[in-house]
């Protein structure tokens, strides 16, 4: 089958997270000012992308942006076509596939194999994705994971199917929503083409972009089929600034109120026992907040982001508190013949009370409720931060690229699990605290019949309730047509 495939043109509305290279590219071309795109809410547009890199000058560039250019051009090129995109496949094999992700599309499980087929139109795109995987974690063996159907509609696009999704500016993970989990079924709207509002009362805000979705939590649960309501608005209101304001909310499923009435009292925030509602009709579970990712002028190759997420809303319903933090910082340039992209990340989900997080801690908070017991994950995994509640995370990782697209990343990180409070149960990871630490080294690389995608790493793993400690060495390889 992989013999008598040819390289597909993808034939796609959206570029989805997981592609460390096009992330690299497409953000030192806006840290450099040739773009002005936001870029922390994807999947992002390929309408979008196109637009804005129309406009930009090859001949004003330097080196490094042009060559970044040239390669999101490349991928450009295919992704508009319209017609029947061809099919694609890929297979891979990994030993102790990393648990906790990264913005990095690692392997999920043991062994995997995908085909895909694509086909765009003028206004529909159906892109079909099928996964078979053996023995795994969560008993789903065949998985729909990337299957959509879009469709553009003036300046917004409708999609519905198992779309992955990274909401802010942070490289090892999101606090709010991140690719640690699967994507769940769900329907959503985005914003097409990011472009200012003519408005002279919006004109002040720049380009900006709006996302929405609902989505089934299908997955085994003590309340089945609840429902995932995202909400995301993000904008640029100065060249190398860029907002984001988030909300999601658990609400609905078996023995819950469904009604319109339900969902209205989610979005007025109505919805936090002995503050702003009685216990007997709270109707979900929200998370909320913002972040902010800020380029040093005057090409100063630097930029620090941060991410502030609430668990909750103080008594008058209006003011966000128990929050989870992150914080950040990027540099990039040259190394040798290559260009890096580096970062240090440092990220909390250890609640803390007070206006903007400055109080005491709140133990057993951070992505559980009482409720929706199971909490903010899905299939045995987080929605937002890989390391659950209740943990600390450092992580410094660095992106290298050469002019023909081949990638190096490498990555250390030390996470402090489930660090407080009472065990718990539902934690992902660990009912009880454990400290870990993992290095990672992998390498992408377009040969003459594909691409291959290998890594290898190592994991140290101490729990602190038994004191019994591991090891474990990782590996994978993936080859896939595309």
């Known amino acids: 089958i992989a013999l008598s495939i040819q390289a597909p043109s993808h034939a796609e509305f959206w570029a989805s997270p997981g592609d460390t290279l096009l992330r690299d590219d497409l953000q ?27 406009e930009a000058e090859f001949e004003s560039l330097a080196p490094d942006v042009q060559a970044a250019l040239e390669r999101v051009w490349g991928r450009l090129s295919g992704e508009l076509d319209v017609g029947f995109a061809g099919f694609d496949v890929s297979a891979g094999v990994a030993e102790a596939p990393r648990i906790i992700r990264s913005f990095e599309d690692t392997p999920r499980e043991e062994t995997m194999a995908t085909l895909g087929a694509g086909w765009q139109g003028e ?7 099928g996964t078979y995987v053996d023995d795994p974690s969560d008993g789903d063996e065949f998985r729909p994971d990337g299957t959509y159907a879009g469709l553009t509609l003036g300046n917004w696009m409708l999609s519905a199917g198992w779309q992955e999704r990274w909401w802010g500016p942070g490289r090892d993970s999101s606090l709010i929503l991140s690719t640690n989990a699967r994507p769940m079924p769900s329907i959503g709207i985005q914003r097409n083409v990011s472009r200012q509002s003519d408005s002279k009362w919006f004109r002040w805000i720049g380009p900006w972009t709006l996302t929405s979705f609902m989505g089934l939590m299908d997955d085994d649960r003590v309340i089945e089929d609840g429902l995932l309501w995202g909400f995301r608005f993000t904008f640029r209101p100065v060249r190398g600034l860029e907002i984001g304001i988030n909300r999601t909310a658990q609400w609905c499923g078996d023995g819950r109120d469904c009604s319109l009435r339900a969902f209205l009292r989610v979005l007025n925030g109505n919805d936090n026992k002995g503050a702003n509602v009685d216990e007997d009709d709270e109707p979900g579970n929200q998370l909320a907040g913002f972040d902010v990712r800020w380029s040093l002028p005057r090409q100063i190759p630097l930029a620090l982001y941060m991410q502030w997420i609430a668990e909750d809303t103080r008594r008058t319903g209006a003011q966000l508190h128990q929050w989870l933090q992150q914080v950040g910082v990027e540099y990039w340039g040259r190394a040798g013949r290559y260009t890096h992209r580096t970062h240090f990340e440092v990220s909390s989900t250890r609640a803390r009370l007070g206006a903007l997080g400055e109080g005491s801690f709140i133990a057993d908070n951070a992505y559980n409720h009482f409720i929706f017991e199971t909490g ?96 474990d060495l990782q590996a994978f390889i993936r080859w896939s047509s595309r």
Do not use: C, K
């Open 376 to 471: 903010y994950r899905y299939n045995g995994r987080t929605i937002g931060h890989g390391i659950d509640g209740d943990g600390l995370s450092w992580s410094l990782g660095t992106t290298l690229a050469d002019a023909d697209g081949n990638t190096w990343n490498a990555s250390f990180r030390h996470m402090r699990i489930n660090r407080i409070g009472e065990p718990d149960r539902w934690h992902s990871l660990s009912p009880t605290p454990q400290v870990r630490s993992d290095i990672q080294l992998s390498h992408d690389r377009t040969l003459g019949f594909g691409r291959i995608y290998l890594g290898v790493g190592y994991q140290w793993l101490s729990d602190d309730l038994s004191g019994e400690q591991s090891e």
């Open 123 to 129: 206004r529909f795109s159906l892109h079909l994705r």
């Open 28 to 54: 030192l071309i806006n840290d450099t000012g040739a773009t002005n795109l936001p870029l922390t809410a994807w999947p992002l547009s390929w309408a979008d992308l196109h637009e804005s890199l129309a």
